[in-house]
């Protein structure tokens, strides 16, 4: 069973506009931080945002949130006010702490903002 | 300034002819690993170093090797590349609990 899934390959959105992507992650591991990276058309993988397992409030940087829904296992990145700079792929991860210390990226989602 | 240097960012070889990608961190971070990332299929994990002289099997290892002699580098080698190797590689640092990965620039190979 895939450890993360992003189901949305490719999403639009208007500039200015909030946009949700989309993660779900499978583990058994009760201690887990969740992540996530932008990887613009240059190549580089710039990290966004984190959120712990144990983690009460969802974690937010800037124009970035992260709605964490732990009962299903959901760990969605919001961007409020989208820029033409959000265009990128974007990844989410997780690293499980108890059960191997691998990481495990999702497929990602190209996120093309449309002014 | 925290740095994770990889090198070389791109290499063109042919099959067979051993090659070896170098990642340096400045970061005394004890955690590093290296990524393959192919269209399609995200980020997968090659090898991971949880210190010195400790290395571990990730989800995609066939075909490579590591070494951690030193704490602060980490480098990727490939006795005998083949063209399914052929992809853009990512080293990375990670220092604990709540903290990010640094990644490196990546090293697109070419494998002929």
């Known amino acids: 069973a895939q450890k993360i899934t992003q189901t949305q390959p490719g999403m639009f959105v208007q500039e200015k506009e909030a946009v949700t992507l989309d993660c779900t992650y499978d583990t058994s591991d009760q201690s887990y931080g969740l992540f996530w990276y932008k990887q613009p058309s240059s190549g580089e993988m710039i990290f966004l945002i984190y959120?712990?397992?144990?983690?009460?409030q969802n974690a937010t940087e800037g124009r970035y949130s992260l709605n964490f829904q732990k009962a299903r296992k959901s760990a969605n990145l919001v961007i409020s006010a989208s820029q033409l700079g959000d265009s990128a792929m974007y990844f989410c991860a997780m690293r499980e702490a108890q059960l191997g210390n691998q990481f495990y990226f999702g497929t990602g989602t190209s996120l093309t903002v449309i002014p | 300034e925290a740095q994770v240097t990889q090198n070389p960012r791109y290499l063109i070889t042919v099959t067979g002819k051993k090659l070896t990608v170098t990642c340096s961190q400045n970061?005394?971070?004890?955690?590093m690993s290296w990524y393959r990332q192919d269209p399609g299929l995200g980020l997968r994990q090659i090898y991971y170093?949880?210190?010195?002289?400790?290395?571990d099997k990730g989800d995609v290892p066939e075909g490579y090797k590591v070494s951690r002699k030193e704490k602060r580098n980490f480098p990727l080698i490939l006795e005998s590349p083949s063209p399914n190797q052929t992809s853009l590689y990512f080293c990375?640092?990670?220092?604990?609990?709540?903290?990010?990965?640094?990644f490196g620039d990546g090293t697109r190979l070419s494998i002929l």
């Open positions: 970061m005394n971070h004890e955690y």
């Open positions: 170093s949880m210190n010195v002289e400790v290395t």
């Open positions: 990375a640092t990670y220092g604990g609990a709540g903290q990010p990965q640094h």
């Open positions: 959120q712990g397992s144990y983690d009460e």
